[in-house]
């Protein structure tokens, strides 16, 4: 679930960092954090998962500058000091405020996008619209409905559901590299889920299977981080 935090609270990062505030259209404050590397190959926009917020996620996405991105890495609306009325047509046009803020520092061919379980669904729509370097999403689903009828069986989820994301029509439309890391043994959102994508986009998608891999613990494996080192370690 998401987390608040009040307007003043102060962010201890080990990386040089800038604190952000991009502001929508509807009026609603976007919280952010850019990340400085010292090289600057290039930088990763991040999109990350339903719980928490950059209080916690920046230490998730901070050690990514050790490869010589920049990382930038919003809060939701409703997430940390972020204010605004959260729905995924918001998520999706705070998503795209922040690739223009990053496009304004970076090329495109240098702009890599990563979703991590809920943000797989924004950074996917995203990538489908915009131009980048490449599309990098750990635990991936089909499709938020797709997930919920997985858990749910026994109720009519997409008549309910106030949020889709799906990532499997996005996909469609991206024509970057895409790589999926995906454990074997996540029981958040299953493994067959990042399965079904590779098998749909057979030739646009690599997939990283983490043999015994959770949902939230995939940076422990040699899998993941050798994954990571090849995709990231290039010089441009």
């Known amino acids: 679930m998401p987390t608040t935090l009040e307007e003043d609270f102060e962010y201890q990062f080990q990386t040089p960092f800038e604190e952000l505030w991009l502001t929508a259209e509807d009026g609603a404050r976007l919280n952010g954090v850019h990340f400085k ?30 490869y010589g991105y920049d990382v930038v890495v919003m809060d939701y609306r409703t ?23 990053v496009s304004n520092v970076f090329p495109a061919e240098n ?3 990563y979703g991590r379980s809920l943000g797989t669904g924004i950074a996917s729509h995203l990538a489908s619209k915009n131009p980048a370097k490449q599309l ?8 938020i409905t797709d997930v919920a009828k997985h858990r749910f069986p026994m109720f009519p989820v997409k008549s309910l559901l106030k949020y889709h ?12 590299p895409i790589t999926i890391f995906h454990g074997t043994d996540d029981s958040v959102v299953p493994y067959k889920f990042g399965k079904q994508l590779k098998d749909s ?20 494996f040699e899998g993941y ?4 080192d090849a995709l990231l370690s290039k010089a441009l």
């Open 165 to 176: 994301f799906p990532t499997n029509e996005n996909l469609k439309h991206v024509h970057v």
């Open 136 to 143: 990098i999403l750990e635990t991936p689903y089909t499709s």
């Open 79 to 101: 997430y940390g000091k972020s204010s605004g009325v959260l729905s995924e047509k918001n998520l999706y046009e705070d998503a795209q405020l922040f690739y223009d803020y």
């Open 201 to 220: 986009f057979p030739n646009k998608i690599k997939l990283i299977t983490i043999e015994n891999g959770e949902h939230n613990n995939l940076v422990e």
């Open 225 to 228: 981080k050798n994954g990571i």
């Open 37 to 66: 590397s010292e090289t600057k190959k290039g930088v990763i926009l991040y999109f990350h998962g339903n719980a928490g917020d950059l209080s916690r996620w920046g230490a998730v996405v901070e050690p990514f500058t050790n």
């Open 111 to 113: 702009i890599i996008i």
